[in-house]
Nanobody, 116 residues
Framework: QVQVVESGGGLVQPGGSLRLTCEAS????????FSWYRQAPGKEREFVTTISSFNRVTAQADSVRGRFTISRDNAKRTVYLQMNSLKPEDTAVYYCKAVRSPYGYWGQGTTVTVST
């Protein structure tokens, strides 16, 4: 059974940090790339960043460059998104996606709220 489960969201003040976790099971974790997406209230889902199966960050949105870092731990079957210097506009539901063409598996999302 394929599972992709995000966690680590919450309420944080502007300028603060959070680390999101994406735990995956039911498929060959090491051979998949992983991406983070986010969807703000009333907006379409947008791409955030991707890490390849070879542990390289292959793409990142301009809006998060220099603030967000994606990483993976194959032994733990886990992908992380370290988010620093958070801004109110980072408020969104964050989704993890495992990708190996033609397959793609989404998680259910974790909510991040950046507010005073």
């Amino acid at each position: 059974q394929v599972q992709v489960v995000e966690s680590g969201g919450g309420l944080v003040q502007p300028g603060g940090s959070l680390r999101l976790t994406c735990e995956a099971s039911g498929f060959d974790f090491n051979s998949y790339a992983f991406s983070w997406y986010r969807q703000a209230p009333g907006k379409e889902r947008e791409f955030v960043t991707t890490i390849s199966s070879f542990n390289r960050v292959t793409a990142q949105a301009d809006s998060v460059r220099g603030r967000f870092t994606i990483s993976r731990d194959n032994a733990k079957r886990t992908v992380y998104l370290q988010m620093n210097s958070l801004k109110p506009e980072d408020t969104a539901v964050y989704y993890c996606k495992a990708v190996r063409s033609p397959y793609g598996y989404w998680g259910q999302g974790t909510t991040v709220t950046v507010s005073t």
